[in-house]
């Protein structure tokens, strides 16, 4: 199944750890958990688009975050990049599919076998900024047919979740990593966990 992006005037993307962006591509993993970058814009995380592009953060990628079997995968990507780098290069785009919200230790232990990271990531991610929840942003996401290479710019560097890219964008192409089946089946066996935290 092929699908197109429309043109879009301020198109906007979402930053996060490289080997998570791998990872969402293989069709390993079908969330992201986020309760901000360091230098956002407001306190507290906020979805900015149901769609986006997929934009690989490199900076603070820790190999002990990460379970055994995803180990290595960070070395591997950081012998192509340089924080002088004059490209972006961008391969996925992702819809939103629920916006799930994680107060509690117990949802987050319930979970722990359907991610990539360790249970001290996941924890600290929960622990920061006591206050706000964590967000478990559900992705269907797709990879582009033709990676998009766009120019390098000051304000697509720091830890922030969301940047707009600074230039008009043409129609793409674009596949599912997951067929509709194997998308279902994840999705519900996450849902299933959630249900079980809260019984």
């Known amino acids: 199944m092929e699908l197109q992006i429309k043109a879009q005037a301020e198109p906007v993307a979402f930053k996060e750890w490289a080997v998570t962006i791998d990872s969402l591509l293989k069709g390993e993993l079908i969330f992201v958990m986020r309760k901000g970058g360091i230098v956002e814009e407001t306190k507290h995380f906020s979805l900015q688009s149901p769609r986006f592009y997929l934009m690989p953060a490199y900076e603070h990628q820790k190999e002990h975050l990460l379970k055994q079997p995803y180990q ?6 950081m012998k192509d990049w340089s924080p002088e780098q004059q490209h972006m290069k961008l391969e996925g785009y992702a819809d939103v599919v629920e916006d799930i919200l994680i107060c509690d230790a117990e949802t987050l232990h319930a979970i ?9 990531f996941a924890e600290e991610r929960l622990k920061w900024k006591k206050t706000q929840p964590l967000h478990l942003l559900v992705l269907r996401v797709y990879k582009l047919d033709e990676p998009l290479v766009t120019e390098m710019q000051d304000v697509y560097r720091g830890c922030k979740s969301w940047v707009t890219i600074d230039n008009s964008l043409p129609e793409r192409k674009l596949t599912p990593v997951l067929s509709d089946e194997q998308f279902a089946e994840k999705y519900e066996q996450l849902k299933a966990s959630l249900r079980t935290a809260s019984n």
């Open 72 to 77: 290595g995968r960070i070395a591997s990507m």
């Open 112 to 120: 722990r076998e359907l991610h990539i990271w360790t249970d001290q």
